[in-house]
């Protein structure tokens, strides 16, 4: 039973570096600080979870979810933070269609597995399927 608890403390805290990160991109991007932004993001993303946005984005995609699922082993709620950080961060980044890609790849894979249906992911979903069409 104590290990569990050691699991499960160690998932919520995971849980709640990621909201934080999103939550300083967003807060910066606001600001116009999108290359600070960037910079704390993926500093913190690197420190505390061995996690390269731009290593994500040169990954294949067949090799994307396998990472994030079973090497990093982020649970759905995890790993619809990266989306949302991969989805904000691609705005004017030369890698945009790259991150949108990704980000795309892991809505819909939240979106098949998680029994809770999200309006805000299926309008991520449907925006980022507009702008690769547009791109």
């Known amino acids: 039973m104590p290990q569990e608890d050691y ?20 807060r910066l991007k606001s ?12 500093q913190t993303l690197r420190t505390e979870l061995g996690i ?5 984005c040169a990954l294949p995609q067949n090799e994307l979810l396998p ?10 709620v995890q790993m ?5 950080l991969l989805f904000e961060s691609a705005e004017n ?7 949108y890609t990704r980000a795309l790849r892991i809505y819909e894979a939240v979106t098949e597995t998680e029994p809770n249906y999200s ?8 925006l980022i399927r507009r702008l690769l069409r547009e791109a």
């Open 31 to 42: 600001k116009g600080q999108l290359s600070d932004a960037l910079n704390v993001t993926d």
């Open 93 to 99: 980044d030369p890698a945009a269609v790259s991150k």
């Open 7 to 26: 699991i499960k403390k160690e998932i919520d805290k995971l849980g709640k570096l990621l909201a934080k990160a999103l939550a300083d991109l967003v």
């Open 52 to 56: 390269d946005l731009e290593a994500l």
């Open 67 to 76: 990472f994030l699922a079973a090497e990093k082993k982020l649970s759905n």
């Open 80 to 84: 619809e933070l990266i989306a949302d």
């Open 119 to 126: 309006i805000n992911r299926h309008f991520k979903i449907e």
